[in-house]
């Protein structure tokens, strides 16, 4: 069964430098989504993309934050500036209409 | 999206039906109800989802009130691998939508 990858599984940065979160959706899916869930709270969306460019955004998808497929595969989100309150696990989910398929996550540590 | 509220947490013994309440009184007509499971950390799993029929997979069925202000995710035969947090989602669908996570009920299966 085909599934979302996503790398690296564990990023540790120093605060305010930028990093780079990468996600290979399955194939066929059209839509692609970004979530982050800081230790111990809920879940929450950070953005949806659709034919190549942003379709929602959240409150927390601030002008630090950007998303891109560079090569038509990957689906990367990028945060330019980290900040200590960054540090969460960031899922990345892709979907066709009515499911959306999660990753297992990277764990953002920002020191 | 309509406001869910779900029990904050269950208990169900191993091989009985789980049977995981979920009220969203406030539900529009074009609002779907969405269940996913998140295990221990790991990416939010797609379960159900139903418009207004009750709905059947190969992992649960979702019984909708003919009001639709409440709806019953049942988990027929509970796996301790069944053990997770909950998500009773109410979206209009649609595919650049982002899911609105609450705090969700956790399920624990007794062995």
């Known amino acids: 069964e085909p599934e979302v990858t996503q790398t690296p599984s564990h990023q540790v940065t120093q605060m305010g430098q930028e990093v780079i979160l990468r996600c290979v959706p399955i194939s066929n899916h059209l839509y692609f989504y970004w979530y982050r869930q800081i230790l111990g709270q809920k879940v929450e969306f950070l953005v949806s993309?659709?034919?190549?460019?942003?379709?929602?955004k959240s409150e927390i998808f601030d002008d630090q934050f950007s998303v891109e497929r560079p090569d038509g595969s990957n689906f990367t989100l990028k945060i330019r500036s980290t900040k200590l309150e960054d540090s969460a696990m960031y899922f990345c989910?892709?979907?066709?209409?009515?499911?959306?398929?999660f990753g297992p996550g990277t764990r953002l540590t920002v020191l | 999206d309509a406001k869910t509220t779900q029990p904050p947490s269950m208990d169900c013994a191993e091989g009985r039906a789980a049977n995981l309440p979920c009220n969203h009184s406030?539900?529009?007509?074009?609002?779907?109800v969405y269940w996913y499971r998140q295990i221990h950390s790991q990416g939010p799993q797609y379960i159900i989802h139903?418009?207004?029929n009750n709905e059947t997979n190969e992992m649960a069925s979702l019984i909708i009130t003919e009001d639709r202000k409440s709806s019953t995710l049942i988990l027929p035969h509970a796996t301790l691998r069944d053990t997770a947090v909950y998500y009773c989602?109410?979206?209009?669908?649609?595919?650049?939508?982002?899911?609105?996570f609450g705090k969700g009920t956790h399920l624990i299966i007794q062995p």
């Open positions: 989910a892709t979907g066709k209409r009515n499911e959306q398929f």
């Open positions: 993309f659709y034919n190549n460019e942003i379709s929602e």
């Open positions: 989602i109410v979206t209009s669908g649609g595919g650049a939508d982002g899911l609105t």
């Open positions: 406030t539900i529009s007509g074009n609002e779907y």
């Open positions: 139903g418009l207004k």
